[in-house]
């Protein structure tokens, strides 16, 4: 295929809608020759800044060295960012390439009377595919919606599974409440790997120590908020410690990226356990040069213009949060999409 024929065949699948489950993307998996059997991941899970802390992670283990591929979702300006090797989208021909290869067994499926992969099922199959196809020594990966039922909750070979905040959103697929919220987060756990969360409030913490130890996770470590200290807030950069490393410096803005940078720091600290090569140096220089647009982010200075892409009451609440505090006493205008 080539790409634009490869966005066309997406399009149309786009039909199948959203079917939470594993049986569909495992049966296209088999057919493909399971390539997530021969990667390595970071599995990440949660409501608000799985992106941002996807970013900071996957970053530092590229200046460490590691070729490491992201697949991530939504994206902001093309299709392609959906799959990165060392932080950069893949090739046009690349994406027609791997869709062609999936959409022949996908439409196989069809034919065979089964439920024919959605859209995010046969994007997931094609990130496996380039990335082992590309030998990624890391793969670090978000869930689309959720955690236990999610198309990406199908690999087993999970370092770290990490947990970002958690809140109410997508109740119609999670549940009500936020401990059904937190138990579908949760189901990215795994057996023998270390899980890294966020701060938590209580409920949702028991949930997770919970499913821990169901799962027979090797251990659940949290970051502790009060160890983050000496924040210096600026337009350019955040400037923080995080136990032992001082000074941290990042230009992500707002004041809830400072939890997120602390979190990939948590799971940093994990894989260095684990015996991988990472200096804190190149965790330095990485941290600073992360980006991720759309989190309140400056498009332009003069007029200053920032945008963000908070789509749920928590998100919301942080960007008030941030807008308060770095504009006090100024005249703001909101342009806003529902």
Known sequence: MKYQEAMDYIDRCADFGIVPGLESIRELLKRLGNPQKKLKFIHIAGTN????????????LTENGYKVGRYVSPTIFEYRERFQIQGKPVAKAEVGRM??????HADAMEKENLPH?????IETAMAFLMFADKKCDFVVIETGMGGLLDATNVIENTLVSVITSISKDHMGFLGETIEEIATHKAGIMKKNSVV????QEEKVMAVLE??????????????????IKNERFHLQKTVFTYKEMKRMEISLLGTYQVKNAA???EVLSVLKEM????????VRKAFLETQWPARFQMIVKKPMFL?????????AEELRKSIEFYFTNRRIIYIIGV
């Open 210 to 227: 919970e499913a821990a130890e169901n799962t027979k996770a090797s251990r659940i470590v949290f970051v502790n908020e009060e160890n």
């Open 117 to 121: 992969p959605t859209p995010f099922e």
């Open 99 to 104: 869709m062609e290869t999936v959409a022949l």
């Open 263 to 265: 979190l990939a720091l």
């Open 49 to 60: 800044g799985k992106g941002s802390t996807l970013a900071f992670i996957s970053t530092a």
């Open 196 to 199: 890294v969360s966020a701060m």
């Open 307 to 315: 945008v963000d892409g908070a789509h749920n009451a928590a998100a």
């Open 275 to 282: 015996g991988y090569h990472i200096k804190e140096e190149k």
